[in-house]
Nanobody, 116 residues
Framework: QVQLVESGGGLVQAGESLRLSCLVI??????????MGWYRQTPVNQREMVAI???????TYGESVKGRFTISRDSAKITVYLQMDSLKPEDTGVYYC????????WGQGTQVTVSS
């Protein structure tokens, strides 16, 4: 059983930055051997992939966030981060983390609201 605890969301203006954190709690979880991802649920779209970091450390991004968001991890802290820069109103949504294949139960997510 893996528990995902997201934090770091908030209300910001367009152009500002936020850093989200995801604490991954689970027996035998080792982020060095586990791909992880950030996903978001927006008012318009279904839940979509935002960023994935592979077990080898390679990252993949959704088209709409390329060049603005950066995913990283700290295996010692069993935490995955999402640095979000140059935020846009269309980035508004609830952000979740999960494994790269989204195999675990979803956490509560963290709300990000970007005002224009």
């Amino acid at each position: 059983q893996v528990q995902l605890v997201e934090s770091g969301g908030g209300l910001v203006q367009a152009g500002e930055s936020l850093r989200l954190s995801c604490l991954v709690i689970g027996r035998d979880v080792n982020l060095n051997y586990q791909s992880m991802g950030w996903y978001r649920q927006t008012p318009v779209n279904q839940r979509e992939m935002v960023a994935i970091i592979s077990s080898g450390g390679q990252s993949t991004y959704g088209e709409s966030v390329k060049g603005r968001f950066t995913i990283s991890r700290d295996s010692a802290k069993i935490t995955v981060y999402l640095q979000m820069d140059s935020l846009k109103p269309e980035d508004t949504g609830v952000y979740y983390c999960n494994s790269g294949m989204a195999i675990w139960s979803w956490g509560q997510g963290t709300q990000v609201t970007v005002s224009s």
